[in-house]
C-alpha cells in the first residue's frame, strides 16, 4: 500500500513537470483523440468486426514498393566497410555532390554549390523541426498552408511563435492567397512554407506562382521553405518543377527534396535542403547540435538512387495507372474528382448523405463510416471544407492486383447511394 502511495505521488510530481508545448500536467490525460490515433483505432474496431472482409488501406501515404535491389544492394556492400562506421555529422560530400547533380539534371537548377548550399537530414520531417529552432523566436510568425504537413507549424508553436494558416481552397487551385495576410501579419512573419506537389490535395504549382512568392518574399523578407517531397512523382504531361528554377529563389529561400517518396525509401529516412546558403549554415548549425548524421552507408545509397532519376519515372507511371483506375471507378458511383498531375494523393470532396437518411456532417465523420462499413481507409481533412484524402499506394503485386482493389472498392461503395 505504501509502495503504491509513493508511486502515485511520483506519478503527481512528474506529471506537472511536462511542457505546455505538449499538454503540460494534462498531458496523456486529454480525451480528444488525434486524427490519426482516431483512424487507427476506428481500422482494428473494423478489422475485429469483419474479419473475413480484408480492409482496403487508401490512407497511408507510404510506398508499398521495396527500394530497388541495387540499391538495397550499395546499402549491404557500404555497411560493411570500416570506414562507414562513424558518426557523419552534416553529411558526406559525395552525397551532396549528387544531391547537386540531381537538381541539374531533374529541375534544371544550376549553379548550387555543393559545399554550403546543401546539407542532408534524417528525412525531410526532421529538416521541417528543425529549421524554425535557427529562426522563430516568441511572437514570430510562420506562414502555413492548410490542410497540409503540419510539422513546421507544430514547432513553431512550441517555440512561442504564431502559425498563420492559408487555406487551400478549389477556386484558387489550391494555391494560397498571399495578398490576404495582414500588414502586421507580414512584418512579424520570418518563414513561409509550401509544399507542392501538394500534401494532400495533388495539386502542383506553377512557375508564375512560384514567381510570385518570390517576390512576395523578398518585398515583405520572409524565408520560403518549399517541401518538395513528391516533386519528381509527375505524370499527365507535368514535368517536375523546382521551386529553386525559378530567378531570385535562392536569395529568399531553400528546398527539401525527399528519398522516401522518389525512390521508395521510407523508413530509410533520408533527405537533402538546398538553397540559400545562409539558411543552409544555420540549419547546419542547429542540425549539429540534434543529431550525428544519418548513417553513411544509407547516404551510398542514396547516391546511387540521385544518380539513377529512372527509378522515379518507373514508380510515377505506376501512381498514374492506379490514379486512373481510381478517379474512373468514383466518378461512376457518382463523385466529382479529376486526376492529378503528380504526387500520390486524389483529394475529394465528400458527400452530403446517402439515399436511405445518413448524413455526414465532416470529412471526419465520412471516413469513420467508410472504415466502419465499407472497410476502406483514408484521411479525412476538414481544415478548408471538407474532404478525404485517397492515397494510391496500397499494396498490390501487379496490375491485375490493382484493377481486382479498384474493383472490390466500386462494389463496395455502389452498394451505397450517396447524394452529392
Known amino acids: 500500500m505504501n509502495k503504491r502511495k509513493g508511486l502515485s505521488v511520483m506519478e503527481n510530481f512528474i506529471q506537472r513537470l511536462f511542457a505546455e508545448r505538449i499538454g503540460g500536467s494534462n498531458f496523456g490525460n486529454d480525451a480528444v483523440l488525434y486524427k490519426f ?3 487507427k483505432r ?136 498571399l495578398d490576404s495576410l495582414t500588414l502586421e501579419q507580414r512584418r512579424r512573419a520570418k518563414l513561409l512554407y509550401i509544399n507542392y ?109 540521385l544518380q539513377h532519376p529512372e527509378i522515379t519515372e518507373k514508380t510515377a507511371l505506376k501512381y498514374s495507372r492506379r490514379h486512373t483506375l481510381l478517379v474512373n471507378a468514383l466518378k461512376r458511383i457518382g463523385f466529382s474528382v479529376r486526376k492529378p498531375k503528380a504526387s500520390f494523393y486524389l483529394y475529394v470532396a465528400i458527400p452530403k448523405r446517402t439515399q436511405d437518411g445518413r448524413c455526414f456532417v465532416s470529412a471526419a465523420d465520412f471516413s469513420d463510416f467508410l472504415i466502419r462499413e465499407k472497410l476502406i481507409s483514408t484521411v479525412p481533412w476538414d481544415d478548408a471544407g471538407a474532404y478525404i484524402r485517397f492515397s494510391v499506394t496500397f499494396e498490390a503485386k501487379n496490375e491485375e492486383e490493382e484493377k481486382k482493389i479498384i474493383n472490390e472498392i466500386t462494389e463496395r461503395l455502389g452498394e451505397v447511394n450517396f447524394a452529392f
Open 197 to 305: 506537389p501538394n500534401n494532400p490535395t495533388g495539386a502542383t504549382a506553377t512557375k508564375e506562382f512560384f514567381e510570385k512568392v518570390v517576390q512576395f518574399a523578398k518585398t515583405n523578407k520572409i524565408i520560403v521553405v518549399s517541401d518538395a517531397a513528391y516533386a519528381a512523382l509527375t505524370f499527365e504531361g507535368e514535368r517536375p518543377l523546382s521551386f529553386l528554377s525559378v530567378e531570385g529563389a535562392k536569395d529568399v529561400g531553400v528546398e527539401i527534396h525527399s528519398l522516401s517518396k522518389a525512390f521508395n525509401m521510407t523508413g530509410w529516412r533520408l533527405a537533402f535542403v538546398c538553397g540559400n546558403p545562409i539558411v543552409i549554415k544555420g540549419f547546419a548549425t542547429i542540425k549539429d547540435d540534434n543529431d550525428s548524421g544519418q548513417f553513411a552507408a544509407i547516404q551510398k545509397a542514396g547516391v546511387y538512387c
Open 42 to 177: 476506428a481500422k482494428r474496431e473494423a478489422c475485429k468486426n469483419n474479419p473475413n472482409v480484408r480492409l482496403i488501406d487508401l490512407g497511408v501515404g507510404e510506398p508499398d514498393w521495396m527500394a530497388e535491389d541495387d540499391v538495397v544492394e550499395v546499402l549491404y556492400n557500404q555497411a560493411k566497410l570500416r570506414e562507414n562506421r562513424g558518426y557523419t555529422d552534416n553529411g558526406i560530400q559525395e552525397f551532396k555532390d549528387a544531391a547537386v547533380q540531381y537538381m541539374e539534371n531533374v529541375y534544371q537548377v544550376h549553379g548550387l554549390n555543393s559545399a554550403n548550399e546543401v546539407n542532408h537530414g534524417i528525412g525531410s520531417k526532421s529538416i521541417l523541426a528543425l529549421l524554425p529552432l535557427a529562426f522563430i523566436n516568441p511572437g514570430d510568425i510562420t506562414i502555413m498552408t492548410v490542410p497540409g504537413y503540419p510539422v513546421m507549424g507544430t514547432m513553431t508553436k512550441g517555440l512561442g511563435g504564431e502559425v498563420v494558416n492559408l487555406p487551400l481552397l478549389a477556386a484558387n487551385n489550391y494555391l494560397p492567397d
Open 37 to 39: 490515433e482516431k483512424i
